[in-house]
């Protein structure tokens, strides 16, 4: 028997389907039912006591993995509950060439379905602080453009992580299977771990995507700490992020942690 094309993709499309059906259902049982399995807290919360000018200031300062499961999630809006002034990794640039702009447009469609299977996989369906602070009516200041560093990234890496997105979105449903051996193991790798792993994975994307933004981010904390009207400070990186945020960000300023 002969398979045309046609048929192929059918069955491939009734198996992807398929899948994301169990895909969902083990994933409700898991995390949505009253019997849910217990999950660890994953987020990082340093707090500091800042001296500027003469003027004590409070800040908290959080790394993430900016989808949080309901542990983490409750401890965001107590975190948000006690704060008046936000900021949060990432943002859009505005004035970007039109060959950046379709490459951020695709990069950002294609990985919204292997996000989808991680989120579903690990759990992590509930509101990070940015957007708990958003509801509450709260205005978020972003530290950077996240796409920036794209700008003087190498042709072949950027078409090397389309593909990575591309490939991911194929195969969505069996990252669910992935992500769920993925959960325990957010809460257990400390902050310098997770940066190093990225950094022995591929140390040219780390030099651009982690690197570079992590001194961008640090001198904008710093400059809105350096504000008068801010005297509390609540801000969210991702946890690879935090520290060399903070080494930077000692470096500009006086940071006194609060254990």
Known sequence: ????????????????????????????????????????????????????????????????????????????????????????????????????????????????????????????????????AKQRGHKVQRLENSYKPFDNLPLERKLELLRIAAYGALVGPLLYHQARLLEPMLAELSESELENLIKWTDPVLHKHLVEERNKIMSREIAGILKQDTIDKLLAGVGKGHLDDIIRDLSQQIELIEIK
């Open 1 to 132: 028997m002969k398979w045309g094309s046609g048929a192929i993709v059918g069955l491939y499309a009734l198996a992807y389907l398929e899948f994301t059906a169990l895909a969902m259902y083990d994933s409700y049982k898991r995390y949505g039912h009253p019997t849910q399995q217990e999950q660890a807290q994953a987020l990082i919360v340093k707090r500091y006591k800042v001296r500027i000018n003469g003027k004590e200031k409070n800040f908290t300062l959080v790394g993430e993995a900016h989808y949080y499961n309901q542990k983490e999630h409750e401890l965001g809006k107590k975190l948000v509950d006690e704060h008046q002034h936000f900021a949060y990794e990432g943002g859009k640039q505005s004035n970007q060439s039109l060959g950046n702009l379709v490459y951020q447009e695709a990069f950002e469609f294609l990985m919204k379905i292997p996000i989808f299977y991680t989120k579903l996989g690990t759990g992590r369906f509930y509101d990070n602080i940015l957007l708990i």
